[in-house]
């Protein structure tokens, strides 16, 4: 069995682009940074940051672009994929992207706490979720 998941909380380095392709599907990119801190050995705070590009497909999409802005902290679950591309100057070239499949707003919009935890409601995120599963009572469940 194979697995393609990828999980980050990180934030915004530019506010969402979004577009439609030729077929009238939204698609939506941003790029996120996640950081790592560390102490060398001589006990310097070192930090390594990591950009991750994103795209968001349909209604999903639609939601991060509206909702997501430029240093925002979220959360992106979803898969890598990897694709070449030749580009202006005939240059090949690689880009990795995570397609987001789900997506959680860690801040309010109008939060002026950057290192706030408040959540907002993650059902803008499941509504991305094009199926149409019944919600679950948990007392119907058997264990």
């Known amino acids: 069995m ?8 990180g934030r915004l380095t530019r506010d969402p ?5 030729p077929q009238g ?3 939506t990119s941003f ?6 801190i560390w102490s060398d050995a001589s006990g310097n705070k070192q930090e390594k940051v990591e950009y991750h590009n994103i795209v968001a497909w349909r ?3 639609e939601i991060c672009a509206q909702y997501l802005q430029k240093g925002r902290r979220v959360y992106i679950e979803g898969r890598i994929q990897t694709h070449s591309y030749t580009d202006k100057n005939g240059v090949q070239k690689t880009r990795t992207e995570i397609i987001a499949d789900n997506m ?3 801040e309010s919009k109008g939060s002026s706490n950057p290192n706030s935890n408040m959540s907002m409601p993650q059902s803008t995120a499941s509504e991305a979720k094009e199926d149409t599963k019944e919600e679950i009572n948990i007392e119907e469940v058997p264990f």
């Not at 682009?17 to 392709?21: A, C, D, L, Q, Y």
């Not at 790029?31 to 790592?36: D, E, G, M, P, Y």
């Open 2 to 9: 194979d697995l393609n998941k990828a999980m980050i909380i």
């Open 17 to 21: 682009e979004s577009r439609t392709t």
């Open 25 to 27: 599907t939204n698609v």
């Open 31 to 36: 790029s996120l940074a996640t950081n790592f």
């Open 59 to 61: 209604k999903l999409g």
């Open 104 to 106: 959680i707003m860690l």
